[in-house]
């Protein structure tokens, strides 16, 4: 498979963030773009470096001012002595308050909703770069009536970024990667659809297409009531206006298994059909193992593989996007895995 990266994506790794009243280790460590890149390289997939030319798409889904305060914040921040050397926010407005002020912490409060998305001197390099790498994906696949081109491309972006609203960091996620290759690729195919197989709602993905009649969202997670994103991802969010019925949540419950996990890929899959898109986005995350850090699904390989299997079935031009995963010895093994059934190959 075509696979796109950028170097720059591990110049983002902040330590730590505050969670549960305490500072634990950030979950989005640099560590996973280096274990992704050897596999790929260790499967003998074909490897190429985005370009960083296209970030006029990056804008066709964010708000420019939030563009330009991810990119400014960081040096912001350190011009006050009294800051630490992490960007993190410490109040938010609630659903009460409407005026953006224009005081870097209110600012930055602003633009987050958690305390989970440091920014370090690294991150705006990481984030666009994550982002131009979804771009260049789906511009290879959109060219993939060029025998150089196969008709999947695997876009390893990290920072992940499903949760990022068109305004707002969330969830460790700074720009929509998937939502920004997503709406490149509806103006070579009219009609895309996204699965997202990341254990987390794709709360930010589902707001962007809410009420858009070319964009199908499905989502397969655990249920909101129990883990984050929290305020979303309920069976009974359909989408609005154009865009009613082109939103599809699956909540499950905390340790699903892969018969229970599977059945819910064929019930998002049996949508895609019914939507008949001319292509297909796959928010892959790996953050549904049994073996992951954050323990809420029980996903085994061979459950990654069959879904793998299944999502190539459906035969539609498609780019993959990175989303979660964290780290464990077993993570590169879930995107092997994944990739090898994909593209037909049987262990």
């Known amino acids: 498979m075509l696979v796109v990266h950028h170097p720059d994506q591990a110049l983002h790794d902040p330590e730590q963030v505050f969670r549960t009243g305490k500072l634990i280790e950030q979950p989005d460590r ?95 390099k990481a984030v666009f770069a994550s982002a131009q790498v979804a771009v260049h994906g789906a511009e290879l696949l959109a060219a993939s009536g060029n025998p150089a081109y196969a008709n999947a491309v695997y876009a390893m972006c990290r920072p992940p970024g499903h949760h990022a609203y068109p305004d707002l960091m969330t969830g460790v996620c700074y720009l929509n990667n998937a939502a920004i290759a997503a709406e490149q690729l509806t103006k070579r195919y009219g009609k895309v659809a996204i699965i997202d197989t990341d254990v987390h709602h794709c709360n930010g993905t589902q707001h962007i297409f809410w009420e858009r009649p070319d964009v199908l969202v499905a989502s397969i997670h655990v249920d909101p009531r129990l883990s984050a994103p929290y305020y979303a991802g309920h069976a009974d969010e359909i989408g609005e206006g154009a865009g009613k019925g082109l939103n599809f949540n699956q909540p499950l419950p905390w340790a699903t298994p892969d018969p229970v996990w599977i059945e819910a890929i064929d019930a998002a899959i049996a949508r895609i059909r019914d939507f008949a898109p001319g292509a297909l986005v796959i928010s892959l995350g790996f953050d549904a193992a049994e073996h992951d850090p954050i323990a809420t699904f029980k996903i085994t390989e061979k459950g990654f593989a069959e879904a793998g299997r299944k999502l190539a079935a459906l035969k539609y031009p498609t780019l993959l996007v990175q989303e979660g995963g964290y780290l464990s010895p077993s993570l590169g093994g879930y995107l092997s895995s994944f990739l090898r059934a994909f593209e037909g190959q049987v262990d």
């Open 30 to 124: 640099a560590e996973r773009y280096r274990i992704f890149l050897d596999i790929v390289r260790q499967d003998h997939h074909e490897i190429v470096e985005a370009p960083l030319n296209r970030a006029a798409a990056i804008t066709e889904i964010h708000d420019c001012g939030y563009v330009e305060f991810l990119k400014t914040v960081h040096a912001r921040w350190m011009e006050n002595p009294d800051y630490g050397p992490v960007v993190i926010p410490n109040v938010h407005p609630t659903h009460r308050m409407h005026r953006k002020p224009t005081e870097l912490l209110g600012e930055l409060g602003w633009y987050s909703n958690s305390t989970s998305c440091p920014i370090t001197d690294g991150t705006w």
